[in-house]
């Protein structure tokens, strides 16, 4: 089994709809949680953080965390064109390995 | 604020061969971690530099290695090359070792091609 697993994509959606990416993960006791959004050919970017379960929002993005279930999400509201990337989910489990999932490719069609 | 900096962006090297990657972290950031990126296998952990020490390693063989200088400056190093280390290696930075509470920042990654 896979430390993180992701939906597997890609998903495609209409530009102003909402993206909805799931992530599970195996190590229970993991602490830290983080989406980072990859354009083709660039390099990772942090765009969410989250440590507690419930929602966070920032802008346009939610994360949501539930521990029990170990599950993370992120919700991309009123999505754009410019959010057509490759999202990553990654945790850190009790070895601090940070470890990432494979990826969901989003594509918003305008 | 300048980021995270790496040296070559391009390598092409030929198998058996060694190869060295530089990475210079953010101003203040003492945590260096490196990334193997490929098709297939996605990003997987190398190793984390914090504070001159190797606090975490990856399952990779012993042909990578890698150091940080008192300044923050990471080198990697990639011994008798195989076609298979062909990806893109990045080096992420942050305050923190293990970059618990504030994620890593990346720099633009290094594309090694082994002929």
């Known amino acids: 089994q896979k430390e993180v697993e992701q939906n597997s994509g890609p998903l495609s959606v209409p530009e102003g709809a909402i993206a909805s990416l799931n992530c599970t993960y195996s190590d229970r006791v993991s602490q830290s949680f983080f989406w980072y959004r990859q354009y083709s050919g660039k390099s990772p970017e942090l765009i969410m953080s989250?440590?507690?379960?419930g929602d966070k929002e920032d802008g346009r993005f939610t994360a949501q965390l539930n521990k029990a279930s170990q599950y993370v999400s992120l919700l991309i509201r009123d999505s754009q064109p410019s959010d057509s990337a490759t999202y990553l989910c990654?945790?850190?489990?009790?070895?601090?390995?940070?470890?990432f999932g494979a990826g969901t490719t989003v594509t918003v069609r305008a | 604020k300048a980021g995270v900096t790496q040296t070559p962006r391009y390598l092409i090297k030929t198998r058996g061969q060694q190869v060295t990657l530089s990475c210079s972290p953010i101003?203040?950031?003492?945590?260096v971690s490196w990334y193997q990126q490929t098709p297939g296998q996605g990003l997987q952990f190398l190793f984390e530099y914090f504070s001159e020490t190797q606090r975490n390693k990856g399952n990779f063989p012993g042909r990578f290695s890698g150091r940080q200088f008192s300044n923050s400056r990471s080198e990697m190093n990639v011994s008798t090359l195989e076609l298979g280390d062909s990806a893109l290696y990045l080096c992420a930075s942050s305050f923190e070792p293990t970059a618990t509470n504030y994620g890593y920042t990346f720099g633009s990654g290094t594309r090694l091609t082994v002929v």
């Open positions: 989250i440590y507690s379960n």
């Open positions: 990654a945790v850190l489990p009790r070895d601090y390995k940070l470890s």
């Open positions: 101003s203040g950031h003492r945590s």
